[in-house]
């Protein structure tokens, strides 16, 4: 059910502001208001729209009442039988009219009042995407504990290990961003998990980004909808957005040590070769094969102007960085623990190391980072 209010006559209005609500009864009215406010110095027409997942508190007859009683444009988008905060959002972007859109949460932990600047700056410096970032100079999260913020600091860290597109934006998870809609590809969104804005970055046609800072309220009303299946739902989420390729390259690992024991076995105790040398052999051919399963599976999709060759070389190099990792980190790891955990942890490691050396310079996933 779409509840329309209609009160920009014939203009188009310049911004859309979705806001998605579930059981926010408590302050939808508030948060209404103060979008309203923020937007009364700009001298073109915005629309609010509220998407509400018809929740038991009733929150969008609130929204509705409130529409009316300070003349908001926009609408009102209730959802029956659906729930999830990112098909919310696209839905919300899809009924929308305005040139630019901004996300917010209606629980004003987002404070209304950067949208404004937000947009200016999207305006002005012609950015396509303006998120509101907790992680820049000036942002900051106001009274999480330390557990919440390693939670966050650490989703953060293995979205970007995962999606090298997102490695240089310090806030990727934000909820709270602005950006213009001919550069977003609205077909493409699923919405399947919380964080829709990794989704419009990776799959829209977004060059410009500024990080906005701002503050990250406490929640004063209501509470947080964050539970273990939102965590599964992001693990899952930030995997297929990766097209699997930390999977894939981890695949290929473990098929390199079925190469190399495959070659050594026989190198050595069938024809006899010394172990220094049947080693090293098998070493350079699992490094081969590694080598071109990679290029043709992982990053199948990536294989940019350089010479296969010069890939071939390069990835050669990773190899021994990534044992110059694992060595160090065992040794210095075994002092505390017991050796073949140090021994483990070393090889996590370097596997890390090898992948993120590789997507980032040999497949070069790096030049296709977005630039601020
Ligand atoms: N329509 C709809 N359907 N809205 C929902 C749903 C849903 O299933 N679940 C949550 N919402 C709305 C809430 O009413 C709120 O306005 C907003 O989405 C965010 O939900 P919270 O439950 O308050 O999430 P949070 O505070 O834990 O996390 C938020 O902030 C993070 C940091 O900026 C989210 O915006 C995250 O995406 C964000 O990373
Ligand atoms: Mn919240």
Redesign the pocket.
């Known amino acids: 059910m779409i509840i329309e209010k209609n009160r920009c006559k014939d203009q188009k209005p310049l911004i859309s502001i979705v806001?998605?609500?579930?059981?926010?009864a408590e302050v939808i009215s508030e948060?209404l208001r103060r979008v309203k406010d923020s937007l009364k110095d700009l001298d073109r027409c915005f629309e609010i729209i509220v998407?509400?997942?018809d929740?038991p508190d009733g929150?969008w007859r609130i929204a509705s009442e409130v529409f009316d009683k300070e003349d908001i444009n926009g609408k009102i988008i209730v959802?029956e039988n659906?729930?999830?905060?990112g098909?919310?959002?696209i839905d919300g972007i899809r009924s929308s009219e305005g040139e630019y859109v901004c996300?917010?949460?209606?629980?004003l932990?987002?404070p209304p009042e950067e949208i404004l600047r937000m947009l200016k700056k999207a305006l002005e410096e012609d950015y396509d995407l303006v998120i509101?970032s907790?992680y820049v100079k000036g942002g900051d999260v106001e009274g999480w504990r330390l557990h919440r913020r390693i939670i966050?600091k650490t989703a953060v860290f293995i979205a970007r290990l995962l999606i090298p597109h997102i490695r240089g934006i310090k806030?990727p998870?934000?909820?709270?961003f602005l950006f213009r809609k001919d550069r977003v590809r609205i077909d493409r969104l699923k919405g399947d998990g919380?964080?829709?804005?990794l989704e419009i970055i990776v799959t829209g046609d977004i060059k410009k980004i500024y990080e906005h800072p701002y503050i990250?309220h406490r929640?004063v009303r209501?509470?947080?909808?964050?539970g273990v299946k939102?965590i599964i739902d992001f693990i899952k989420q930030i995997l297929r957005l990766s097209d699997y390729k930390i999977v894939k390259f981890g695949l290929v690992g473990l098929s390199g040590i079925g190469v190399n024991w495959g070659i050594l076995i026989p190198l050595r105790d069938i024809i006899g070769l010394p172990l220094p040398i049947s080693y090293l052999i098998s070493l350079e051919i699992s490094t081969i094969s590694n080598f071109i399963f990679n290029d043709l599976w992982t990053f199948s999709k990536n294989r940019c102007e350089k010479s296969w060759l010069r890939r071939l070389i390069e990835y050669h190099s990773t190899l021994f960085v990534g044992l110059a990792i694992n060595y160090v980190a065992t040794n210095l790891l075994a002092f505390t623990t017991y050796y073949l955990i140090a021994s483990l942890i070393g090889i996590l490691l370097g596997f890390i190391a090898n992948y993120i050396i590789s997507s980032e310079f040999v497949w070069g996933l790096r030049s296709s980072r977005k630039s601020y």
């Open positions: 806001i998605p609500t579930y059981n926010e948060t998407v509400d997942d929740s929150t959802r659906v729930r999830g905060l098909t919310a959002i996300v917010i949460d209606a629980d932990q987002h509101a907790r966050s806030d998870m934000s909820g709270y919380m964080k829709i804005l990250f929640r209501g509470k947080s909808k964050l939102e």
